[in-house]
């Protein structure tokens, strides 16, 4: 059964920061794309960074640049984003997914697997 489970959101003061892992499961995590996407109230959900299968090509949306850094693990099966400097307008669940692909991309209809999400919230 294929499984992705985010998990390290919580509250946390603006200037912040926060971790986010997301452990897979069911299927062959070395040969997919892993992303995390992000949705705020009332908002569309967006692409926030996503990395290849071999960790050496990355994407970050504008937004996040130089404040997020995503890594994975393979062996562990388990991919990471690195928050800081946190501000109120990250306030947002956020997603991990998984695309059977070695190029990195932010559609997500790219993304054949999802995780339910962790909430992330930023408010002093």
């Known amino acids: 059964q294929v499984q992705l489970v985010e998990s390290g959101g919580g509250l946390v003061q603006p200037g912040g920061s926060l971790r986010l892992s997301c452990a897979a499961s069911g299927f062959d995590f070395d040969y997919y794309t892993i992303g995390w996407f992000r949705q705020a109230p009332g908002k569309e959900r967006e692409g926030v960074s996503c990395?290849?299968?071999?960790?050496?090509?990355?994407y970050y949306a504008d937004s996040v640049k130089g404040r997020f850094t995503i890594s994975r693990e393979n062996a562990k099966n388990t991919v990471y984003l690195l928050m800081n400097s946190l501000k109120p307008e990250d306030t947002a669940v956020y997603y991990c997914a998984a695309d059977y692909s070695v190029s990195v991309t932010p559609m997500m209809n790219e993304y054949e697997h999802w995780g339910r999400g962790t909430q992330v919230t930023v408010s002093s």
């Open positions: 990395v290849s299968t071999s960790d050496d090509n990355t």
